[in-house]
């Protein structure tokens, strides 16, 4: 059974790798056995460090890798990272679509550039990303997209109704693709993560305290805690798996 979640020989391209989650995915894949190209959700400085730091920890592993700055949204920029990613790596097998644009403001206050801002990059990044992708997977009939969802795509949160929207959309557009490929061989499941240290959407010290004692393990997820189901979702082991959404939440979405 272990040899069922090895990813030897096969090319990722996880985009939102300048993320904590989307980083921990990265490795986690380069350590399961995997080539890995990392990207950006937007083309901020600090997001390009992070990505180079994230492709410096797969270098160390030994893995064929490449950091890419991209804007998600950006048609042109997606096309451009998948095909530098089969230029390099040699195929595209696994992308994880790890794209986050925290946002949150109450929405008389919200102008529709910011709304369309946050679901251009959270939304319109994974329609963009899966399609070409998926392109190239239906070449060899092999391939495995995983989307990054929040909790916040099945609850509710004041002030964050564009990122519930963009996460929402997302939960159901992996449905949607997945029965659309199902013949092709390419598998579509999401990950519906739960508050996670380093992401958004949290709230400053103030925030991560409530939340803290809102749920049952009174801590919030560690990202490490999120990558192992992207290991699973990308192997052998998922092999009849798809259109689901696998929850690591903490029992959030249990509680009253």
Same mark, same amino acid.
Request: glycine residues 10%; hydrophobic residues 45%; negative net charge.
């Given at each position: 059974?272990?040899?069922?979640?090895?990813?030897?020989?096969?090319?990722?391209?996880?985009?939102?790798?300048?993320?904590?989650?989307? *980083?921990?995915?990265?490795?986690?894949?380069?350590?399961?056995?995997?080539?890995?190209?990392?990207?950006?959700?937007? =083309?901020?400085?600090?997001?390009?460090?992070?990505?180079?730091?994230?492709?410096?920890?797969? #270098?160390?592993?030994?893995?064929?890798?490449?950091?890419?700055?991209? $804007?998600? &949204?950006?048609?042109?920029?997606?096309?451009?990272?998948?095909?530098?990613?089969?230029?390099?790596?040699? *195929?595209?097998?696994?992308?994880?679509?790890?794209?986050? /644009?925290?946002?949150?403001?109450?929405?008389?206050?919200?102008?529709?550039?910011?709304? $369309?801002?946050?679901? @251009?990059?959270?939304?319109? &990044?994974?329609?963009?990303?899966?399609?070409?992708?998926?392109?190239?997977?239906?070449? $060899?009939? #092999?391939?495995?997209?995983?989307?990054?969802?929040?909790?916040?795509?099945?609850?509710?949160?004041? @002030?964050?109704?564009?990122?519930?929207?963009?996460?929402?959309?997302?939960?159901?557009? =992996? *449905?949607?693709?997945?029965?659309?490929?199902?013949?092709?061989?390419?598998?579509?499941?999401?990950?519906?993560?739960? #508050?996670?240290?380093? !992401?958004? !959407?949290?709230?400053?010290?103030?925030?991560?305290?409530?939340?803290?004692?809102? /749920?049952?393990?009174? *801590?919030?997820?560690?990202?490490?805690?999120?990558?192992?189901?992207?290991?699973?979702?990308?192997?052998?082991?998922?092999?009849?798996?798809?259109?689901?959404?696998?929850?690591?939440?903490?029992?959030?979405?249990?509680?009253?």
């Amino acid at each position: 059974m272990a040899g069922d979640f090895s990813l030897d020989g096969k090319a990722a391209l996880v985009i939102g790798a300048s993320n904590p989650i989307g *980083r921990a995915v990265a490795v986690a894949l380069a350590e399961a056995g995997a080539d890995v190209g990392v990207a950006t959700t937007t =083309t901020a400085n600090e997001e390009t460090v992070r990505a180079n730091s994230c492709a410096n920890e797969i #270098w160390a592993l030994d893995r064929k890798h490449f950091t890419h700055i991209i $804007h998600a &949204g950006d048609e042109a920029d997606v096309e451009a990272v998948v095909h530098r990613t089969v230029s390099e790596l040699g *195929r595209i097998d696994i992308l994880v679509n790890a794209q986050d /644009l925290p946002f949150a403001k109450p929405v008389l206050e919200t102008d529709y550039f910011e709304w $369309h801002a946050v679901l @251009n990059a959270n939304l319109g &990044g994974v329609f963009l990303a899966s399609k070409y992708a998926a392109r190239e997977m239906i070449k $060899h009939k #092999w391939g495995r997209i995983i989307n990054v969802a929040s909790v916040l795509g099945e609850r509710g949160l004041v @002030n964050g109704a564009a990122y519930c929207a963009a996460d929402a959309g997302v939960i159901n557009l =992996t *449905r949607a693709l997945a029965l659309e490929w199902a013949r092709d061989g390419i598998k579509v499941n999401a990950i519906g993560a739960g #508050w996670t240290e380093g !992401m958004g !959407m949290i709230g400053g010290d103030e925030g991560k305290q409530q939340l803290e004692r809102y /749920l049952p393990y009174k *801590r919030l997820a560690k990202p490490e805690e999120i990558a192992g189901a992207a290991v699973y979702l990308a192997s052998d082991a998922a092999d009849y798996l798809t259109g689901q959404v696998v929850w690591i939440e903490g029992g959030a979405l249990s509680h009253v």
